[in-house]
T-cell receptor
Framework: DTGVSQDPRHKITKRGQNVTFRCDPISEHNRLYWYRQTLGQGPEFLTYFQNEAQLEKSRLLSDRFSAERPKGSFSTLEIQRTEQGDSAMYLC??????????????FGPGTRLTVT | DAKTTQPNSMESNEEEPVHLPCNHSTISGTDYIHWYRQLPSQGPEYVIHGLTSNVNNRMASLAIAEDRKSSTLILHRATLRDAAVYYCILRALYNTDKLIFGTGTRLQVFP
């Protein structure tokens, strides 16, 4: 399977704990995106990378959230001191470089986070 | 970013054509029109995109109005597997790279 993969698929954690999610993009894609989706809403953009450079971060990405893509391949999204409001589906996507509007993004299956 | 307006929900019977509308009256000249869909419990899936001309691919067709202020995603023969939320999204060619999703249209397909 050469699609975008995410790990874990499900995570249940207690409030105040730290969690880390991993995303492996399609191998030739140098752009990688993170989105968050709550029930009944469309996905919301969090941040994106071109290679290892983090080029844009949403205001939704509070100081408790940090994302990395150290070698321009896989990426991690860490949430520190989780809160119940962090419960959501975290989606990763990747795309080719080039003209933004002309390229599609390929999404992974998501990591569902439940904070108790 | 220019916004899109879609109906909250639509229904169709299996094997019938489905026309999903999208209004984007504030579209700029360099905005591409993208469609994604999200099946239950899955990540969004790219469907099709276009700029000015109508587009066809194996999944669907995209009809773009001459003034580009609206577009229609056409599923030629709906199947039960097409039941999903369909998102119409404008993407600027040279601006931000993020996708801005609305709430989309939930399509129900009946056997």
């Amino acid at each position: 399977d050469t699609g975008v993969s995410q790990d874990p698929r499900h995570k249940i954690t207690k409030r105040g704990q730290n969690v880390t999610f991993r995303c492996d993009p399609i191998s030739e894609h140098n752009r990688l995106y993170w989105y968050r989706q709550t029930l009944g809403q469309g996905p919301e953009f969090l941040t994106y990378f071109q290679n290892e450079a983090q080029l844009e971060k949403s205001r939704l990405l509070s100081d408790r959230f940090s994302a990395e893509r150290p070698k321009g391949s896989f990426s991690t999204l860490e949430i520190q001191r989780t809160e119940q409001g962090d419960s959501a589906m975290y989606l990763c996507a990747s795309s080719l470089d080039g003209r933004a509007g002309a390229h599609e993004q390929y999404f992974g299956p998501g990591t569902r986070l439940t904070v108790t | 970013d220019a916004k899109t307006t879609q109906p909250n929900s639509m229904e169709s019977n299996e094997e019938e054509p489905v026309h999903l509308p999208c209004n984007h009256s504030t579209i700029s000249g360099t905005d591409y029109i993208h469609w994604y869909r999200q099946l239950p419990s899955q990540g969004p899936e790219y469907v099709i995109h276009g700029l000015t001309s109508n587009v066809n691919n194996r999944m669907a067709s995209l009809a773009i109005a001459e003034d580009r202020k609206s577009s229609t995603l056409i599923l030629h023969r709906a199947t039960l597997r097409d039941a999903a939320v369909y998102y119409c999204i404008l993407r600027a060619l040279y601006n931000t790279d993020k996708l801005i999703f609305g709430t989309g249209t939930r399509l129900q397909v009946f056997p």
